[in-house]
């Protein structure tokens, strides 16, 4: 089973706020039209896996709100295929109400971003709402939203931040978008010594010299079973990361520098992370084994590349 754990989508670039639209207008001109209507654009690119996470967001101080209710509507579509998970500011004086009323939609579990919504890990108001996700069984995940606008605090976004939050609540999963990019090696300490914490590598995978350093440094702390497939739609899709992680062995060829274990790497894109965050639905596996121990063809013929010479 390949379960993509995070895809965002969106009505209009304005539900992200002011700051964040008018930045990815202005930064991604040529591909305006592609973020615009991602919610248009997400089911073909989710062909090749079997289901996502989608994700909304909500940032009072950015004036940013996805609608749980935009995202529980989309996935009652297709429930096969997708699951919701609703974004919630703990900042907000409705956040355990937007807790319960998400959890009435069918949401999975939640998002927060400290960053963008301007609040330390480890805040008092917030440290409530995750006391009640923890109650109600529902995973908590982190998100940073990008591109960083100058209202962005990136002091809050440090994944070190949440050790007291694990701490506190040992049996809660949460799990750090994008690997906490920049400080993915704060994120992997995380990753070994707290139980439920895990990561998704959505954004690393487009930089594929950092995903290279980054598995290896995962694999070398015993850390890669904490690491999720996602693929960040509609900033990358599924089809692409997938071939970026496959692929990533290609800089140690006709070198001395170590290899990522190809079984570590499929275990990784083929990890159920329904199962393992807890989460009952009626997804169910339609693809098979994408790639052999020790033959990568079969992963671009699955995602359908073309150059099959950059898998190996």
């Known amino acids: 089973m390949i379960i993509d754990t995070r895809t965002h989508i969106w009505s209009s670039l304005d539900q992200l706020g002011r700051e964040i639209a008018e930045n990815l207008r202005g930064r991604a001109a040529a591909r305006f039209e592609y973020l615009e209507s991602a919610v248009s654009r997400i089911d073909a690119a989710m062909t090749c896996v079997d289901g996502a996470f989608v994700f ?124 906490g990019h920049p400080w993915v090696d704060e994120t992997l300490v995380m990753l070994a010594k707290h139980r439920c914490v895990l990561a998704d590598i959505s954004g690393v995978a487009s930089r594929p010299w950092q995903l290279y350093n980054t598995l290896l440094s995962a694999s070398s702390m015993g850390v890669m079973e904490k690491l999720l497939f996602g693929s960040g739609f509609p900033f990358d899709t599924p089809g692409s990361a997938i071939e970026a992680i496959y692929s990533i062995n290609a800089y140690c060829h006709g070198t001395q520098l170590p290899s990522v274990p190809r079984s570590q790497i499929r275990a990784m894109v083929e990890r159920d992370s329904l199962a393992l965050l807890g989460i009952d639905t009626v997804i169910a596996a339609r693809h098979p084994s994408v790639v052999s121990e020790d033959d990568g063809t079969a992963a671009a013929e699955f995602v359908g590349l073309t150059d099959r010479s950059r898998i190996r």
């Open 56 to 179: 909304g967001f909500r940032s009072d101080r950015l004036g940013a709100r996805v609608p749980n209710e935009f995202i529980a509507e989309f996935v009652a579509q297709n429930p096969r295929r997708y699951v919701g998970v609703g974004g919630i500011d703990p900042m907000s004086g409705d956040a355990l109400d937007q807790i319960e009323s998400g959890q009435r939609l069918g949401l999975v579990g939640f998002t927060v971003a400290p960053a963008s919504q301007g609040f330390h890990p480890a805040h008092s108001s917030a440290m409530r709402v995750y006391e009640r996700c923890a109650e109600l069984g529902l995973p908590l995940f982190v998100s940073m939203m990008e591109p960083a606008t100058p209202g962005a605090m990136l002091e809050f976004a440090r994944p070190a931040l949440w050790d007291e939050v694990a701490q506190a609540f040992p049996n809660l999963p949460i799990v750090i978008g994008q690997l």
